[in-house]
Structures are given as structure tokens and as C-alpha cells.
């Protein structure tokens, strides 16, 4: 029999006066009752009771025992109480980490909204593109750009990540508008280099039969800042290839042109995902987060399985 059980018997024995009336408030059997005493009295080396055939007494060790074990446990179950109003409520400090540039370009705008709604809930914000081990740094939340393979975590799919071709207005007046793969290989291009890898990310260009695949195409600009890639798009340092929430803005300002309907890489590892630690009962801080997130995505034109840029260039 577990301890906690067993001070629970012990207490109601000092309240009732007997076993038998400790075994009906407990809804067992005074024979069980009386071998939980009797174990407890041999486990701490003091007798608790008093026992003759008419009455059954507390000793003064008794007493003592019994009003520090009720403190304990009452103390266990308000400490209860409020952890589960804790995780039943939206409040406390959320630790949130996200991609730099989703972060900034997409959750940071929606933050106020999501503060106003939920007051009693404060943020920690941690912006990097590091993929730092959440449970480690004790982060509630991760939102990132990948798919992240640990038994620990739950990754829940917050968007694909659609890829589009873009380049500024002004150099397509100056350079024309290439119409298949081939073509953008007398094209100047921005590269973008992933930080954890050091390499080029792939370009995928569609062929004549309008069919993705990857090409082999010099970068004469690189940058391993995702932030940077709409703005030298803009400057007309060339065509680039991004995903759909680094050039949304600036086609939104038509500072940007999409040339060409956009490409998803291979599932399930493509896209944007909520992931935080799996357990069996999430924080309400952590749910209505994850909530607030998917309405406003869905207002945006974005879900699990699609995102607006499907429907430009089609």
C-alpha cells in the first residue's frame, strides 16, 4: 500500500476513534485499516495507538505524527489544486521560441492581439534560428521552419512552406521573363545559405511541361539571412527562390513579382510547426497559444495542408 494511502487510513482512524469507522469514510475494511497502522507503527518504531478491546487511543507520538502528516497532505493537495488550475487556466509565463524570420515577419505581429486576449499570460520571447533542445531550456512552445525527429516532442503542422520564384518589376522590365528552367540560367540569382549546414539551398524551376525539378544554377549573390532575401529581391539584385511568409509582404506591396505557380517540397518534413513536449496534459497556456496561432493562419489563407501562395499563378 502506497505511504499517501496509508496516512489517509491513519488520519481517518484519529478522526473516527476506530477502524471500523476509519474503513466505512476510507471504503474499505477494517482489517485492512488495522494492517496499515500496524505497518506504519513498525515502519517508524512508535505505537500510534493504544489498542484494548473496548477503545482504541492516540499516543502522544500519535498526535504529533497525525497533525504533521494532515499539514503535509493538505498542503499536497492545495499544491494540486493549483497546479491544475494553472494548467486548466491560460495564464502564467509562456516560453516561446521561434525562426527568426517567421518569427518576426509572422508571430510577432499577432503577439499584442494574443496578450489583450489572454492578460494573465507573460511572454518570453527567444528569437534564433537555433534548434536548441526545448525540454533542456525548459521552452513551452517552439515554432519552426522543419521537421524535428525526437520521440520527446509533439510537431504539430502549422502550414507547408511554399516556395515562390520572385523578382522586383524593375528587372523584369530590364531583363524579361524567362518561361521554362533553361532560360534562368542567363539570369543573375540570390542564394540563400542554410547556417546549420553551410549549404546552398536547393532551386526547383519548373520544365516545359510545367514539372519541378532541381537545377544546378550559379548564385552570383548569397546571403545566410533569410531577412535579407525580399530586400535584394526588391534592390534588383536578381530572381530568388522563398518560402511564401519571407516574399508575402512585398508581392502584398507589388514590390515583388511571382513568376511562376509555387513548389512544396517533399512531405512530411516541409513546413512550418508548432512543437513543444509531449504530455499528457498540455497547459492551457501552451493550447491557447497553439489556438490563436492556427485562427489567425486560417484568416491569412494558411493551414495544415495549404497556403495562399497555391493560388497565385494558377
Known amino acids: 500500500m502506497d505511504k499517501f494511502r496509508t496516512l489517509e487510513l491513519f488520519l481517518a482512524t484519529c478522526e473516527q476513534g476506530s477502524f471500523a469507522g476509519a474503513a466505512r469514510e476510507c471504503g474499505t475494511d477494517p482489517s485492512t485499516v488495522s494492517k496499515a497502522i500496524s505497518r506504519l507503527e513498525t515502519e517508524l518504531g512508535l505505537t500510534l495507538f493504544q489498542r484494548s478491546t473496548r477503545k482504541l487511543s492516540i499516543t502522544l507520538a500519535g498526535q504529533e505524527y497525525a497533525q504533521t502528516a494532515k499539514n503535509s497532505l493538505d498542503a499536497i493537495l492545495r499544491c494540486e489544486a493549483s497546479l491544475k488550475h494553472n ?32 492578460p494573465d499570460i507573460q511572454l518570453d520571447l527567444e528569437i534564433s534560428d537555433m534548434h536548441a533542445d526545448i525540454i533542456e531550456k525548459n521552452i513551452d512552445i517552439a515554432i519552426r521552419t522543419g521537421f524535428v525527429k525526437d520521440n520527446r516532442l509533439v510537431a504539430r503542422r502549422l ?71 525580399a530586400p535584394l529581391c526588391i534592390d534588383g539584385f536578381g530572381f530568388a527562390q522563398m518560402p511564401h511568409f519571407l516574399a508575402k509582404e512585398a508581392l502584398e506591396q507589388g514590390k515583388l513579382v511571382s513568376v511562376f505557380p509555387s513548389f512544396r517540397p517533399p512531405e512530411p518534413e516541409n513546413g512550418v510547426f508548432a512543437i513543444y513536449p509531449k504530455r499528457e496534459f498540455l497547459p492551457a497556456k501552451v493550447r491557447v497559444f497553439i489556438e490563436f496561432i492556427i485562427e489567425h493562419l486560417q484568416e491569412m489563407g494558411e493551414g495544415s495542408y495549404h497556403t495562399w501562395a497555391q493560388t497565385l499563378n494558377t
Request: glycine share 8%.
Open 87 to 118: 494548467n486548466d487556466t491560460p495564464s502564467g509565463l509562456l516560453r516561446i521560441s521561434t525562426a527568426v524570420c517567421y518569427g518576426h515577419l509572422y508571430l510577432r505581429p499577432l503577439l499584442k492581439a494574443f496578450c489583450l486576449r489572454y
Open 159 to 229: 502550414s507547408p512552406m511554399d516556395f515562390l520564384i520572385c523578382a522586383s518589376p524593375d528587372y523584369l522590365a530590364q531583363n524579361g521573363l524567362p518561361k521554362y528552367d533553361k532560360d534562368f540560367e542567363q539570369h543573375t540569382w540570390i542564394g540563400f545559405r542554410i547556417k546549420q549546414t553551410q549549404q546552398l539551398q536547393p532551386i526547383f524551376l519548373p520544365n516545359s511541361e510545367g514539372e519541378y525539378g532541381y537545377c544546378e544554377l550559379s548564385r552570383q549573390h548569397i546571403t545566410d539571412d533569410g531577412g535579407s532575401m
